[in-house]
């Protein structure tokens, strides 16, 4: 899978933070998740919703918070989102987002994305 299909599949639909052009090669860790999940034939890029729903974020999911963002290399200098003292309607970064919508549709299960977040 190349990078500009995941790009395509997560970051551009789901993503405030990403913009064409501009540092295209960095990615959260849960996309790099995203990532694995469809190299390895458990997610069809195809089947994935094409845009974010409303207020996914506002419920934080501890879950994700431990297995992804603990491990994210955005965590400690670009993530308002998970910051101590996040700005009103801070929003997570796309990966959390459609890892969010896939667990809570139970289209991805916990102790695969714990696996995954090791890799």
């Known amino acids: 899978m190349g990078k500009k299909e995941f790009r395509d599949y997560v970051c551009r639909p789901f993503c405030m933070f990403f913009k064409t052009g501009s ?53 400690s200098d670009d993530c308002d989102y998970q910051s101590s003292t996040p700005p009103p309607g801070a929003e997570p970064c796309g990966g959390y987002l459609l890892l969010a919508f896939l667990k809570q549709e139970m289209l991805v299960n916990t102790a695969d994305l714990m696996t995954l977040s090791e890799e």
């Not at 419920?59 to 994210?72: A, M, Q």
């Open 23 to 75: 540092k295209e090669y960095l990615a959260c860790q849960a996309a790099l998740v995203i990532e694995r999940l469809v190299e390895r034939g458990q997610l069809n890029p195809d089947t994935l919703p094409k845009q974010k729903g409303p207020h996914l974020w506002e419920k934080r999911d501890p879950f994700l918070e431990r297995v992804i963002c603990e491990t994210c290399s955005f965590r």
